[in-house]
């Protein structure tokens, strides 16, 4: 594997210490728990699975998991090698029984959801991340905002591990290679995305099966809800926003979870006349996650930062307990001060 690009912008040595540190987990027999960011898309799942199914090669045993109950995983995603492997939060060893936990595409401490609580007991933590807005948790971050995606870095740390790459390997590193580029169609797509695909392809990664699976299956009721966010449709041309919601009361009449709704904002930022889209998306509670994404003119990670959210400069998320009204209102303020300041 050569050197990718994104490489610069690790620590010096970081991805030399994360191997160090993983090797003296397989000698010693460490219990080690793999966590994905909580509401995982193919970047956070694939990442995290891959590193379990590498890690079982070199004779450790880790455990995967996602830490929200109850433990949810995208239809999309739902036959990726390693799925069975998945434990919930309620089933998870007690802090005093993991040596090691290893967080995979999580920016912050609350994407963990309830595997934070590792962090909180001082669990020694390996954090492996590619967000710009990623914060300093984890006893050694391997964090690189130039990779494309977080699969990168795990596949760069298997490597390192000289773990060979195999089917199952290669069909989880490139669901969230091809998620988090777009079906290699954003901008961060670059010469080392285009050759990590050619060697997972070369391994075994069913490339039409995949893309097949991630982008063009869609069940009635996810259709039906994408029905409703597009009549519920609104533009705001000072700010290029364009912007939709679903209600739990929605997702409710169609039996499907927040999961179903990954497919909106995809849809939504697809307007023409449209620099930013909005979709917000009903939590528990009365709270409300908000995804925006930009077509690049306006960083709507800066946006996100400015409601405790955060992410990348064209894909990031934020949480609010405002009514819609209220929070599409300040994203167009905020954006109005991005643009003011641009």
């Not at 590498?54 to 036959?79: C, F, N, Q, Y």
């Not at 669901?175 to 050759?195: C, I």
């Not at 926003?241 to 179903?260: K, N, P």
């Amino acid at each position: 594997m050569n050197v990718p690009s994104w490489a610069a912008d690790l620590e010096p040595g970081a991805l030399e210490a994360a191997a160090e540190l993983l090797r003296g987990a397989v000698d010693r027999g460490d219990q080690v728990v793999v966590a994905a960011h909580v509401n995982p898309d193919g970047d956070a799942l694939g990442g995290a699975l891959a590193l379990h199914l590498g890690l079982a090669k070199l004779g450790l045993r880790s455990i995967p998991t996602v830490g929200e109950t109850p433990l949810k995983v995208p239809a999309a995603l739902a036959e990726l090698p390693g799925v069975g492997d998945l434990l919930p939060p309620g089933s998870l060893p007690r802090p005093d029984e993991v040596d090691l936990l290893i967080t995979v595409d999580a920016a912050s401490p609350e994407r963990l959801g309830r595997v934070a609580s590792y962090l909180d007991a001082g669990v020694t933590c390996l954090k492996l991340d590619h967000h710009a807005s990623s914060t300093e948790f984890g006893d050694l971050r391997v964090v690189s905002p130039g990779a494309a995606a977080t699969v990168q870095i795990v596949a760069a740390l298997l490597h390192e591990l000289d773990v060979p790459l195999d089917r199952d390997l290669a069909t989880c590193l490139y669901a969230g290679l091809v998620t988090d580029t777009g079906r290699f169609g954003y901008a961060s797509t670059d010469r080392s995305v285009m050759e990590l695909a050619g060697e997972l392809i070369e391994a075994g990664a069913p490339h039409a099966e995949l893309t097949t699976k991630l982008f063009d299956t869609r069940s009635i009721g996810e259709l039906k809800l994408l029905g409703r966010a597009l009549d519920r449709l609104s533009f705001e041309p000072a700010v290029a926003l364009i912007h939709t919601h679903v209600t739990h009361q929605e997702l409710a009449d169609v039996g499907l979870g927040l999961e179903a709704l990954e497919a909106v904002i995809d849809v939504v930022r697809s307007a023409d006349l449209a620099e930013v889209a909005l979709v917000l998306k009903p939590a528990p509670g009365s709270t409300w996650k908000g995804s925006l994404r930009s077509k690049g003119r306006v960083d709507v990670g800066s946006v996100a930062a400015a409601f405790g959210g955060g992410g990348h400069a064209r894909a990031a998320g934020f949480s609010s307990d405002d009514p819609p009204d209220i929070i599409v209102g300040q994203v167009i303020a905020s954006l109005r001060e991005h643009t003011d300041g641009a």
